[in-house]
């Protein structure tokens, strides 16, 4: 008796995708996302008319939750291509009045605390931007690009050594969605 682990993930229309070993490259309206899978010598990825299988002829608990895991790339993507990705953060401050600005793929943080020199979080991949008042906007099509730039700010302004109970400045996420 062979045991088969598959998860099948339907292609929405107007998105295509293409395989080519452990690379999946998928493109829609929105533009274009490529990864690269961790594949195992038993774990299998193909286009079966308009589905991505995914499937593993191993019964191990790992391979298993590879499985799924792939899947859950394929899925963020196959979202990430049609509706995208915003995350919005909130600045928090009641002690010194913090000023944000975004800087090529720099998001510079400057008087928090009152410090001198400023803070700095990366903005990774195609993530956009945008700084409207206490908002911050993070949006793009790659769902590890954005949550990773949006983690980054938060944890910019993290505090060490203060009281998080009377200081509670900083920025974070308040949403994750559309």
């Known amino acids: 008796m062979i045991f088969m682990i598959t998860r099948e993930v339907m292609i ?7 395989i080519s070993g452990s690379m ?16 195992t010598k038993d774990t299998k990825v193909e286009r079966v008319e308009n589905k991505v299988v995914i499937s593993s002829e ?3 608990r790992k391979v298993a939750a590879l499985v799924g895991t792939i ?14 990705f915003t995350y919005k ?14 800087e090529n793929d720099k998001v510079i943080i400057q008087n928090f605390l009152g410090e001198r020199k400023p803070r700095v979080a990366k903005v990774l ?6 700084v409207e008042g206490p908002v911050i906007t993070v949006s793009g099509i790659d769902l590890d690009e954005v949550s990773q ?20 400045d900083g920025i974070f996420i308040v949403s994750k969605g559309e």
Not at 149 to 168: K, L, P
């Open 58 to 60: 191993s019964e191990r």
């Open 89 to 102: 953060l909130k600045v928090c401050f009641s002690h010194f009045p913090a000023t944000v600005k975004v």
């Open 24 to 39: 999946i490259k998928i493109s829609g309206p929105k533009g274009e996302v490529e990864k690269r899978l961790q594949l």
């Open 125 to 130: 991949g195609k993530s956009q931007v945008k």
């Open 149 to 168: 730039t949006a983690a980054s700010i938060e944890r910019a302004t993290r505090i060490v050594g203060y009281d998080r109970r009377r200081f509670q």
């Open 71 to 84: 899947a859950a790339h394929v899925r963020n993507a196959l979202k990430g291509v049609t509706e995208g």
């Open 12 to 18: 929405p229309e107007g998105v295509s995708v293409t």
